[in-house]
């Protein structure tokens, strides 16, 4: 017997939804389950008619409206179930036998919507999820077109400030003319009209979501700053360079950014202060917080773009949020920066 989690893996894996990893485990399941190939060949035939379309990215306004409304389905369905509940508890006195057998029968229908909700918004929110990643993907693309636009107007070189000798990569939203933030760089692209700065918000949770529809696009309001406004427009994290060449293939290889580190999700409001953050065994092995800890999307130099549940983004074991002399009980300062390029730090 199938569980519901392999059921779920087989029905992303038709879609196309699925990632490298998952997509071999599917693959292996299939192969040695004769249940699953028989799911997976019906629902391959009842998708085939949707190989004549092409693929749309479906509305953010749409998925909000419809998680709503069937939101609202379950919680009316419920609330009519305890209503009826209440009303048998109450008639409950003048028959031993009668009440007995409506509440039996009550309670075997709230077995029976119990189950439904459950087979219905399993998959909803694996879809959900997916459909949220998938958004995130295509705002990387973008970043990495705006990337790719800023390389070609100015000489091949990436968008990066001048930044002094153990200077502060923290301070997110600080607008004095020193460049203590590693986020100035990829405001760069913003003040350059390279990026809509909508598109450094993840929406991989509700109140980013909110936030990013809210945000304000209009780039002349912003010509000014130095820095994103603050911490909630940009909940990317982005590479620190440590200042040292590398070859054409090394760069290729290299990611540049990812969902937010989940080592910097809180940091000081006053830039006055220092930074000191003692690392736990828990900020070592916990997802970013953008896909509620389901994983992260990466980006490459190479302007590849995939979604993962580990923190490494090869074979190397190299952990993309943390610098390899970084252990639990270590405090971070906001002023460390790798000592090669094959250590990849991301941040803030």
Known sequence: MLSNEQRLLLFDYCLGLTSEQDSERAAELIACDPDAAKIADRL???????????????PEELVESTVRRLSDAVRSADMQLHRLLEAEQRRGT????????????????????????????????FARQKYWQQSCQAQM??????????????????????????????????????????????????????????????????????????????????THYYDFPTRNYITYSFRIRCHKTTTPDEQARKVIMADLNPLFEKLPDDFAKSLRLQLSEKMMAINSMNHERR???????DGSIFFTNQRQADNTGDDIYTLREMKAGCEVSGCERPSCESDAFLAP
């Open 141 to 222: 693309a973008r970043v990495f077109q705006g990337f790719r636009n800023y390389v070609s107007d100015h000489d091949d070189k990436m968008p990066a400030v001048a930044t002094s000798q153990g200077s502060s990569w923290w301070k997110v939203g600080h607008q004095g003319t020193e460049n203590q933030s590693n986020t100035r760089n990829l405001w760069l692209l913003v003040r350059g009209d390279y990026v809509n700065p909508a598109d450094f918000i993840c929406p991989g949770t509700k109140q980013n979501r909110v936030f990013r529809r809210n945000v304000r696009t209009d780039l002349a309001e912003l």
């Open 44 to 58: 391959k035939a009842s998708l085939s008619p949707l190989d004549t379309l092409g693929p749309e990215i479906c």
């Open 295 to 301: 994983g992260q999307n990466i980006l490459s130099c």
């Open 94 to 125: 003048g028959s031993n036998f009668g009440p007995l057998r409506n509440i039996g029968q009550l309670m075997a229908m709230a077995a029976v919507l119990l189950v439904a909700i459950a087979i219905w918004f399993a998959p909803l929110g």
